[in-house]
């Protein structure tokens, strides 16, 4: 991958279309890892399907071939800092913001949690975008 840090995960080819390639994977908490886990009621595993667009993988791929996903880590990060931090920046700073003007906090939460639905809206609406730049490659697992 010419030292590009990259994120990878196991999966299996679910379903194909014309346009796309589904992919289950496991998705794992970070404790899954450990030696108690099946004694664990914490420890947590989910079943993830993932869309990846057959345009960029030009091999040819069947249902049932086990398959690694992956991306660039710093997709990732910008994935985050989209999806958790920025939307906590807006809400804290504007919490703070209408809680100076308005002296009412209950007010000030609502007028704050508000501002988040034109956020939501412009990634929504964006999403096509937004699909075209986190987009994940897969490679056929030897």
Do not use: W
Not at 13 to 21: F, G
Not at 80 to 104: A, C, D, E, H, K
């Amino acid at each position: 991958m010419n030292n590009i840090e990259i994120i990878e995960h196991d999966g299996k080819i679910y379903n194909i279309d014309e346009n796309y390639i589904f992919v289950k994977i496991l998705s794992a908490s970070a404790c899954s890892g450990c030696h108690a886990k099946s004694f664990c009621p914490v420890s947590d595993l989910k079943e993830k399907i993932i869309q990846i667009n057959k345009k960029d993988n030009n091999s040819e791929y069947k249902i049932g071939d086990n398959i690694i996903v992956y991306m660039k880590k710093s997709l990732g990060k910008k994935a985050v800092f989209l999806g958790y931090i920025l939307p906590f920046i807006i809400l804290f700073s504007s919490l703070m913001f209408f809680i100076f003007i308005t002296n009412n906090e209950g007010l000030s939460g609502l007028l704050s949690l508000c501002l988040l639905i034109p956020y939501y809206l412009i990634i929504y609406f964006n999403r096509d975008k937004l699909n075209k730049t986190f987009n994940f490659q897969i490679k056929k697992k030897i």
